[in-house]
């Protein structure tokens, strides 16, 4: 059986509601780059059958930038990088709603707070709960990223109007250590249990080309499966100048796409959302991300790195088919 042959048939049987067996996901994810586009067409019928043709928009305000006491070795947010990247307390209220309501008068789903650190403080909290109080959100999700949380205060975001908490747990929890010893892999998934104990949606995913490898790549997405996770953002590394992993070169554009549909053979039916990196590291290939089992998109600037812009995204979809959700 040829590869496209094998793969089609497989993602049938997921549609069919069938759950691979583990070697078949190893086969997919030890895929050499030479074979990825074999995987397409089927990744493709996957983001199809679950997800149509209308893709999620999502966009996010940096409300809070720098001065991180954690020592994630990809973060120029962290006090331990040496970056130059800009460093600010919470940004106003007002700074906040109008973000948000710029975001609401363009086809964007959902707009999301994002704040460094560990976690906020009880003001902080209150600050951003305030901030979402204004803005109308008939149409537009609003979401928060807030960092690690406890449930008090995840019900303090709830009853602002927040519908969906990120809280990303970055890497295999096997894999963590080497990127991470200032807090645990399982303390990011508690707070994505108390967020759904909580009744958030969640949106949590991963950053991939930190030197993990295929098998931890398919062992983070078992444990989001396992989570239940109702959205899953891929972030592909960006080497920041300052940072620990300023050289790192671990992604290839076929290696991105083979990521993209390992994550929806394993989690069929969730929002696959591409957010940082995507031009960065796909270069050409960027527009195959749909092909590869992409649902969503993250558009406009990221946290710290500049982004595509919302025309050039729309314009994009129109090309390719799509339309925002």
């Not at 609003?142 to 205060?153: H, K, N, P, T, V």
Request: charged share 25%.
């Amino acid at each position: 059986m040829t590869p496209a042959r094998f793969f089609l048939e497989l993602a049938e049987t997921i549609l069919a509601g069938q759950e691979p067996s583990r070697s078949e996901y190893l086969r997919l994810a030890e895929l050499p780059d030479t074979e990825v586009i074999h995987l397409l067409p089927a990744a493709d019928r996957l983001r199809d059958g679950f997800c149509g043709r209308r893709i999620h928009l999502c966009t996010i305000l940096n409300a809070k930038s720098g001065n991180c006491t954690e020592d994630c070795a990809f973060c120029s947010q962290s006090r331990r990088s040496h970056s130059a990247t800009p460093c600010y307390p919470l940004k106003s209220g007002h700074e906040m709603e109008a973000a948000a309501r710029k975001a609401a008068s363009t086809p964007i789903h959902r707009f999301s707070l994002v704040t460094s650190g560990k976690g906020p403080t009880p003001s902080e909290v209150e600050k951003i709960c305030a901030a979402a109080s204004g803005p109308k959100k008939e149409r537009l999700g609003f979401c928060a990223s807030l960092g690690i949380l406890d449930r008090e205060q995840l019900k303090r975001l709830k009853d602002a109007g927040f519908s969906r908490y990120h809280h990303n747990l970055e890497t295999a929890e096997s894999f963590f250590p080497s990127i991470c010893t200032s807090h645990t892999w399982e303390e990011r998934a508690a707070t994505v249990r108390e967020a759904k104990a909580a009744g958030f949606s969640v949106c949590c995913g991963g950053l991939f080309g930190l030197g993990e490898s295929d098998r931890q790549r398919l062992e983070l997405a078992l444990e989001l499966k396992k989570l239940s996770v109702d959205a899953v953002p891929i972030n592909f590394l960006a080497p920041i100048s300052g940072t620990p992993l300023e050289g790192a070169s671990f992604l290839t554009p076929w290696r991105c796409l083979k990521i993209i549909a390992l994550f929806r053979f394993v989690l069929p039916d969730r929002e696959i959302l591409i957010c940082g990196g995507r031009e960065h590291n796909l270069r050409s290939l960027h527009p195959l991300v749909f092909t590869a089992g992409a649902s969503g998109i993250m558009t406009g600037n990221y946290l710290t790195t500049e982004g595509r812009q919302l025309k050039d995204d729309l314009e994009m979809l129109r090309d390719l088919g799509f339309q925002p959700r």
